[in-house]
């Protein structure tokens, strides 16, 4: 199959394709429904290829069951893949959120292996692809994104390998010793294997890839290159075409390419006034304690959430952090609410702060202000001007975007960070106080050390992780990939 017929379908030159689209179909319980913007890192980077490209994004609206005709929107033409009741439920809360979660991250929760979900992600990932393949103009260059859509590389090319396919994974890639437990992890890596590029968050995820592609598939690897036969049916890569250059392979490149955020328009954000006041404001609401400590952070049993309430906890227990001069702010947004691990999080997470909280706190103080909600940017960033110390404590995590925004943010060259190890931004942000989440005494510590840090030492810290962030933003990220995916590709069909 080539290019669909212009005159049925709109056809783009550069297309994305993710699980989410960048906005969200809200329906209100009065039946009245609209689209949420949610503008995160991605569309920013993405926004202007698209424009320059015309570009259109493929992905769910976020709700079941809802029909939708493509539409523009800000310039970007969205296509709508629609999703049934059950769909959501084994494909996207099931497959996606109860299998390859857990199971890319460490199997920190148990990963739930079902037949019947894995055949919905089969069946969910080649309707994204169909959809991928009707918006694709001859010649075009397609960028899949995540975990939900591993097998919509190789569906792509096996309709259309006039394709230029790009692949990007935003959350980590098991050792092979973890992987492994995976019951379709050949289907995985033959569906990621149709991509031209795949691109991870960190060289050890990029090395676990090929280290399974080795281990499962026996084809060859060198550095970041991996040839894959051309001609192979029985690996379930099949040729298209006559073979160009006598070369018997095509040459997919597995590298890292950690994603950003885009950090100038945090600092701009948080140079106005209205933010700065914002921020003042909520440091009066807390009681304007010496120190207030930060953590922001989806809901997930990923983010360590309850590592840093118990080392806290400890800190305030023995007295170390009085109530009167701390607070630990803690944002908790709302995810995945219906994915049972997520559901037991929230029950321990909050009977922690409740324990914490009364077994500590005063008429005027509490030890943990804990919020179960999700704040606009504006509210995010003055949080984050508020914060002396902000604790990422992830077990693991594909980048961790809050502690690059958090180093965007302060402009003003203040604030301490404490990030785990375990969390891919650790690789850039060196000069963080970095830890291990599980030991917590070292927690302890580092929060301790944080708290007590001479201004000095917290400039030159937050001066160098600034420089990082600012030299290597999400525009940086996405022109490095686009380069190595565009001279992949046309090497491929030259
Ligand atoms: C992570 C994943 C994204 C996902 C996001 C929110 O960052 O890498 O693919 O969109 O979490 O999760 P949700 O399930 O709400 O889309």
Do not use: C
Not at 197 to 216: H, K, P, W, Y
Request: hydrophobic share 40%.
């Amino acid at each position: 199959m080539t290019a669909p017929d212009a005159a049925e379908t709109e056809l783009h030159s550069f297309v994305v394709v993710s699980n989410r689209l960048p906005v969200d179909r809200v329906v209100e319980p009065d039946g009245s429904a609209y689209w949420s913007h949610s503008p995160g890192g991605l569309v920013t980077a993405l926004e202007p290829v698209m424009r320059r490209n015309d570009g259109a994004w493929v992905g769910w609206a976020g709700l079941p069951d809802l029909d939708i005709e493509p539409f523009d929107s800000d310039g970007i033409h969205i296509v709508p893949v629609p999703l049934s009741v059950e769909e959501v439920r084994d494909y996207y809360e099931g497959f996606s959120n109860d299998t390859l979660w857990p199971l890319y991250h460490d199997v920190i929760s148990h990963p739930q292996y079902h037949r019947e979900w894995w055949d919905a992600y089969v069946r969910v990932n080649q309707r994204f692809a169909d959809a991928a393949a009707a918006a694709s103009a001859q010649d075009a260059v397609v960028w899949v994104q995540d975990y939900q859509l591993q097998l919509v590389p190789k569906m792509l090319r096996e309709t259309r390998p006039d394709l230029t396919i790009g692949f990007f994974n935003h959350i980590p890639f098991p050792p092979y010793g973890i992987y492994s437990q995976l019951p379709w992890r050949t289907q995985i890596i033959e569906g990621l294997l149709g991509a031209d590029v795949i691109g991870f968050q960190r060289l050890a995820d990029a090395n676990n890839f090929s280290r399974a592609v080795r281990r499962l598939k026996g084809f060859p690897t060198r550095g970041t290159t991996i040839d894959v036969p051309l001609i192979d049916e029985s690996q379930g890569v099949r040729a298209h075409g006559p073979i160009k250059g006598g070369k018997p392979f095509r040459t997919v490149i597995a590298r890292q390419f950690p994603i950003s955020i885009d950090a100038s328009d945090f600092e701009e954000l948080a140079r106005r006034p209205e933010i700065q006041e914002r921020a003042r404001e909520i440091r009066e609401e807390l009681g304007n304690p010496k120190t207030v400590i930060l953590g922001v952070d989806r809901l997930d049993y990923t983010k360590g959430i309850g590592h840093r309430l118990k080392a806290f906890g400890e800190l305030v227990a023995e007295g170390k952090v009085p109530v009167e001069e701390v607070t630990l702010v803690q944002v908790a947004s709302p995810s995945r609410e219906r994915v049972d691990a997520y559901r037991q999080l929230r029950d321990e997470i909050e009977l922690m702060v409740g324990r914490i909280n009364g077994d500590h706190g005063t008429i005027g103080h509490a030890p943990i202000s804990y919020h179960h909600t999700s704040y606009p940017r504006e509210e995010m960033i003055a949080l984050y001007l508020a914060a002396d110390v902000m604790l990422v404590t992830a077990l693991r995590d594909g980048m961790n975007l809050v502690a690059k925004e958090y180093a965007a943010t302060r402009f003003d060259e203040d604030g301490v960070l404490v990030l785990s190890e375990f969390a891919g931004a650790s690789d850039e942000l060196k000069r963080a106080l970095l830890i291990n989440p599980h030991d917590i005494d070292g927690l302890k510590d580092s929060i301790m050390r944080a708290v007590q840090m001479p201004r000095s030492e917290r400039r030159t810290r937050m001066r160098a992780m600034r420089r990082r962030v600012f030299d290597n933003d999400v525009a940086k990220w996405s022109s490095a990939f686009l380069e190595v995916l565009t001279a992949n590709g046309r090497k491929a069909s030259s």
